[in-house]
Nanobody, 129 residues
């Protein structure tokens, strides 16, 4: 099993920045990818960004490209999501999730929700002036 714990959410003004962290523990050697997802009230969960841990390739949803950056610290088993230029449409609960190393790379890249097995509890991001 894998345990994921998100942190770093909060309230920020439009145009501001936040860095989310996703700390993984447990069977981390079996991981193939980590994804960040978000869900706003009344909306479906959507993929924000993902990183394939097998080759460090990173992927982004269209709405966050050029504003968000995903990275990882292997020594700490932690994946980060640096969010910049936050907009009023970015508020949501942000979740990180893990996919095993048996997951096809395409599914990690496309942030196919069903391919992600373990989920964190989420962290709230709010954007308001």
């Amino acid at each position: 099993q894998v345990q994921l714990v998100e942190s770093g959410g909060g309230l920020v003004q439009p145009g501001g920045s936040l860095r989310l962290s996703c700390a993984a523990s447990g069977f981390t050697s079996g991981l193939g990818g980590i994804g960040w997802f978000r869900q706003a009230p009344g909306k479906e969960r959507e993929g924000v960004s993902s990183i394939d841990l097998r080759d460090d390739k990173t992927y982004y949803g269209d709405s966050v490209k050029d504003r968000f950056t995903i990275s990882r610290d292997s020594a700490k088993n932690t994946v980060y999501l640096q969010m910049s230029s936050l907009k009023p449409q970015d508020p949501a609960v942000y979740y990180c999730a893990s996919a095993t190393n048996a997951t096809p790379r395409l599914f990690v890249a496309n942030m196919r929700i069903r391919s992600y097995d373990y989920w964190g509890q989420g962290t709230q991001v709010s954007v308001s002036s």
